[in-house]
């Protein structure tokens, strides 16, 4: 074949390769079925990259222990049919499957395999209760020295925010190592409730990135807590179409 007929032929393939992935993902957004999606709790600092919000779901990280599965063994990169099921006011996950399953669903992969420790604390100087989460990961890269195990009745030593647990430390003997400063204020507590080895997967979907007109990604409307996001799905694959707050979608116009 000629050099400047194969050209052509390339550049005729990958026009047909990218017309068919739009199509592919335009027939998502015409033939499925809308669902929403809660956002899960961020930092708006941390979510724009250009003019794209990097957004990750409730249905992002899932107790396997409380939901219906077809296994116990999940394994990073397995790819994972995560059925969907309409609460009050947005879907949940109510399944998780290493095949297909009942419709809608949602096709993801496993990033992510760990347990987690849950710890209730008590704060001697008043009636609060905090929680701490200790996360385990399945595998080598985490330095057993950083894990901590605490038992009911151990005094220690945290810090909190937002009614949470960042840092929690125990005090050895009975005393305890911190100074509270400017920066930082430690308070004292006791631990009053264990709960250990719940096991969790993170699950990536093809969801995380949502695009939006120039310059408009960081509008103060992106940290507000009742934020929505309206996902098409269609055999598994998703498409975020649309954003909501307070149940009206945004318009960027």
Known sequence: MEKGKLFYLIVALQV???????????????????????????????????DFINIRYEISNIKIDSIKSDTKDFKRGDTIFVRLEKGKD???????????????????????????????????????NYVYEET???????????????????????????????????????????????????????????????????????IESYFVPKNQGNLPQFRAADMLVEVALWHGDAVATNLLINGQKIDFR
Do not use: H
């Not at 739009?22 to 033939?31: E, P």
């Not at 809608?104 to 209730?120: A, F, L, M």
């Open 16 to 50: 047909v390769f990218l017309i068919g992935m739009i199509g592919y993902k335009q027939s998502t957004v015409w033939f499925g079925e809308k669902v929403l999606l809660k956002p899960i709790p961020y930092d708006p600092t941390d979510i724009l990259r250009g």
């Open 90 to 128: 947005y879907s949940n996950a109510v399944e998780v499957s290493t095949k297909k399953t009942a419709e809608p669903y949602i096709k993801g992969v496993v990033n992510e395999v760990y347990t987690k420790n849950v710890y209730t604390v008590k704060d001697a100087n008043s009636s609060n």
């Open 136 to 206: 385990v990961y399945d595998y080598g890269y985490q330095d057993s020295k950083s894990i901590q195990s605490f038992d009911v009745g151990d005094k220690v030593e945290f810090n909190e925010l937002n009614n949470r647990v960042s840092y929690l430390i125990k005090c050895p003997n009975g005393a305890c190592p911190y100074q509270s400063d400017m920066y930082t204020q430690y308070k004292i507590g006791n631990v009053i409730n264990v709960k250990k080895g719940i096991k969790e997967i993170g699950i990536g979907y093809p």
